[in-house]
């Protein structure tokens, strides 16, 4: 069964950096991309960034450009989401989704998702 | 960045209902517009892709619609297993946007 296997739960200091893994199976590292969606809580979602594994790219949301970084480990099928700097209102559910690619590996839609790993970021 | 508003915020129906949810982008995505369904607790699940596909394994009493600016999603049917919040998303640009979401009781 494909899935993604996201890390635990994790309670930071601010100013620290967390570093959240997302394995996957299947065909997910050749032929999609993986992303980042966090979620408040009891807020919206809200998407981070993304790596095309084959390709080695990655493309983050303005916001979180300079504080996330997001690679991927083909060897173990991992991707990885570094947040540095954290804050009290990074505390969130951090989602892991597969994005299907379209044209020219444009990102479409997110047809998979991990079952969340919970940042609370507290002093 | 392309603003995705949602309407409602929260609705309450009964079990049989018809119920549409309304996305509106706030500039043309075509039918780069997707849909899914959060049950609390769980992560979302995708329902629809590119305005109107139905994923594979979802219930046909989900269906959505739409182009431009503005899209809904209906479910034809309310049933007691659908209540959840809905968001919608589009992919037209980067970076890929969300709605505020629809909670949906009965």
């Known amino acids: 069964q494909v899935q993604l296997v996201q890390s635990g739960a994790e309670v930071k200091k601010p100013g620290s950096s967390v570093k959240v893994s997302c394995k996957a199976s299947?065909?997910?590292?050749?032929?999609?991309?993986l992303s980042w969606v966090r979620q408040a809580p009891g807020q919206g979602l809200e998407w981070m960034g993304a790596?095309?594994?084959?390709?080695?790219?990655?493309n983050y949301a303005q916001k979180f450009q300079g504080r996330v970084t997001i690679i991927a480990d083909e060897s173990t099928s991992t991707v990885y989401m570094e947040m540095s700097s954290l804050r009290s209102d990074d505390t969130a559910m951090y989602y892991c989704?597969?994005?299907?690619?379209?044209?020219?590996?444009?990102?479409?839609?997110?047809?998979?998702w991990g079952r969340g790993t919970l940042v609370a970021v507290s002093s | 960045d392309i603003q995705m508003t949602q309407s409602p915020s929260s609705l309450s129906a009964s079990v049989g209902d018809r119920v549409t949810i309304t996305c509106q982008a706030s500039q043309d995505i075509t039918n780069y517009l997707n849909w899914y369904q959060q049950k609390p607790g769980e992560a979302p699940k995708l329902l629809i892709y590119?305005?109107?596909n139905l994923e594979t394994g979802v219930p046909s009493r989900f269906s959505g619609s739409g182009s431009g600016t503005d899209f809904s999603l209906t479910i034809s049917r309310l049933q007691p297993e659908d209540i959840a919040t809905y968001y919608c998303?589009?992919?037209?640009?980067?970076?890929?946007?969300f709605g505020g979401g629809t909670k949906v009781e009965i």
């Open positions: 299947g065909d997910t590292f050749s032929n999609y991309a």
């Open positions: 998303q589009q992919y037209d640009d980067s970076p890929l946007t």
């Open positions: 590119d305005a109107s």
């Open positions: 790596i095309i594994p084959m390709f080695g790219t990655s």
């Open positions: 989704a597969r994005l299907v690619l379209g044209y020219s590996s444009s990102f479409r839609y997110f047809d998979l």
